[in-house]
């Protein structure tokens, strides 16, 4: 499971273990093995103040980061977020005070908020994550402009891989796929048996509930070790950087990589004595030394239109997200037409079977 600030080490001391469970980790052990060391270079020279990387932007703002992607030499960009991107959707996030899940789960009575995504607790108690689940389930809410952003970044051949936070599988009703997506804390698209032994997989139809959330998939340990050393600039969107152990892969791109948070709040600041544990020193938008990380202040939908107008997307993007909502709204349509019909029809077939018997 996820876990918060306190039981980082552990987790990545568990990651090899989970790295065994992956079908493909052979193949890519080997070229693993040297990222990792460049990895842990690079953590150790970040951490001890011995290097910083080159920098790269001309300036430490969305424009600079316009120009560094329009200026053809930013060729991989990996987004990673977190709740925050769906809350426009009409999704509460977490920790948003006052709207956020957190702030609204007394009805559930827990005994402590985190309670309801832990698998014990679920085990036990299942009522809340199932009446949760019906308030979140997909299906209800459309992409926001920030995901479409993302989707435009992969057609236009820029996008690395989106690492989502989300169970609510906008990325996907966006039109990114399989292939383009980490859900790393789990998605609605597919469901487990909790049990050990079973572990069957149910699709969305069946089921409509995922339970992944117990732990991170394997493809996840195996696509960051690929996709992050070669990372040309990483966009972090709408997380508050608390789930360990996906926050710590902010650390994981190069030193000279620019890191752009689009957030209402700076998150990913280092942590006294993260350092030490091994997690990286963080994002620094504000010391002296700061070179390559970039906050942009606003919510995620303005901030990725404000991008989109730098780099000269913006009624390619307007038009996306018009395009896209409208088909959803007419699939919906049909939908419901559908379900409407038949009891009609069958009304009409009982009427015209009345009328034969009389
Ligand atoms: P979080 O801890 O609630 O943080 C959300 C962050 O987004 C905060 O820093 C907010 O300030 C920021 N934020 C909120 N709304 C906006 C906005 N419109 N624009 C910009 N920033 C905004 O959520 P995280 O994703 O960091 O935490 C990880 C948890 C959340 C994962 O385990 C998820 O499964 C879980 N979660 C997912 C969903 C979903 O699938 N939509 C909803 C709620 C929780």
């Known amino acids: 499971c996820p876990v918060e600030v306190s039981k980082r080490a552990e987790e990545e001391a568990d990651t090899p273990d989970l790295e065994g469970q992956s079908d493909d980790s052979s193949n890519e052990g080997d070229a693993s093995g040297d990222t990792e060391m460049d990895f842990l270079r690079g953590l150790f020279s970040r951490t001890l103040g011995l290097s910083s990387g080159e920098k790269v932007l001309d300036e430490l703002t969305l424009d600079g980061v316009a120009r560094y992607i329009l200026s053809g030499k930013c060729k991989n960009i990996i987004c990673m977020v977190g709740a925050g991107i769906s809350t426009s959707a009409g999704i509460p996030d977490f920790r948003s005070p006052g709207t956020g899940l957190y702030a609204n789960l007394q009805k559930f ?63 996907r009703v966006a039109g990114l796929e399989g292939e383009d997506l980490i859900e790393a804390h789990g998605t609605f698209h597919t469901s487990h048996c909790v049990s050990f032994l079973c572990r069957k997989e149910y699709s969305m139809d069946w089921m409509k509930i995922n339970y992944s959330h117990l732990n991170l998939p394997a493809r996840f340990f195996t696509t960051m070790k690929m996709d992050f050393p070669r990372c040309d600039l990483l966009i972090i969107m709408g997380t508050s950087l608390q789930v360990q152990p996906f926050a710590s892969l902010v650390n994981r791109v190069s030193n000279s990589c620019p890191r752009l948070l689009i957030n209402m709040e700076k998150t990913g600041q280092s942590e006294f004595g993260m350092g030490l544990f091994g997690f990286g020193g963080g994002m620094d938008f504000d010391s002296d030394k700061a070179y390559r990380d970039v906050a942009h202040l606003s919510s995620c939908d303005d901030g990725c239109m404000a991008l989109a107008e730098l780099l000269g997307w913006k009624a390619e993007l307007e038009e996306m997200v018009k395009r896209e909502h409208a088909l959803i709204d007419s699939k919906d349509a049909k939908k419901k037409d559908k379900e409407a019909t038949p009891s009609s029809r069958s009304a009409g077939a009982e009427a015209g079977n009345s009328d034969k018997t009389e």
């Open 109 to 171: 009575n827990l005994p402590y908020p985190e309670a309801i995504f832990q698998i014990d607790y679920f085990k036990k108690h299942p009522e809340p994550f199932f009446a949760l689940a019906r308030e979140l389930y997909p299906g209800q809410f459309k992409p926001t402009v920030c995901h479409y952003f993302m989707r435009m970044l992969k057609d236009k051949g820029l996008l690395t891989r989106c690492y989502s936070q989300n169970i609510d599988t906008l990325e």
